[in-house]
């Protein structure tokens, strides 16, 4: 079992920043991947970014491309996401996530495919 606790999150003025951070604790080990979701209010829980915690690969959602940057500590399994030039409709439930990837290089996106969540915090973004 993994256990992810998030941290950060709040409310921030449109083209503010925010920093959320998640610490996974348990089986953890570098063939896990680790990623952020996000769900909005009577939305489906979408993608936003992961990193493979074993050669640094990520991924993004289109829309937060070149505003949101995922990093990671291997050294105590956290994985932080910096979020910047925030705009409304990136106001949600944001999710921490875990999956056992045996190292593999591709990223799903799939919420299904993941196994361990956070409680969520929730960001919220003010026009």
């Known amino acids: 079992q993994v256990q992810l606790v998030e941290s950060g999150g709040g409310l921030v003025q449109a083209g503010g920043s925010l920093r959320l951070s998640c610490v996974a604790s348990?089986?953890?080990?570098?063939?896990?991947?680790m990623g952020w979701f996000r769900q909005a209010p009577e939305k489906e829980r979408e993608f936003v970014t992961a990193v493979t915690l074993s050669g640094g690969n990520t991924e993004y959602q289109d829309s937060v491309r070149g505003r949101f940057t995922i990093s990671k500590d291997n050294t105590n399994y956290t994985v932080s996401l910096q979020m910047n030039s925030l705009k409304p409709e990136d106001t949600a439930v944001y999710y921490c996530?875990?999956?056992?990837?045996?190292?593999?290089?591709?990223?799903?996106?799939?919420?299904?495919?993941?196994?361990?969540w956070g409680q969520g915090t929730q960001v919220t973004v003010s026009s």
């Open positions: 996530a875990a999956r056992y990837a045996l190292g593999a290089r591709y990223i799903s996106r799939q919420p299904s495919t993941w196994s361990y």
């Open positions: 348990g089986r953890t080990s570098s063939s896990y991947h």
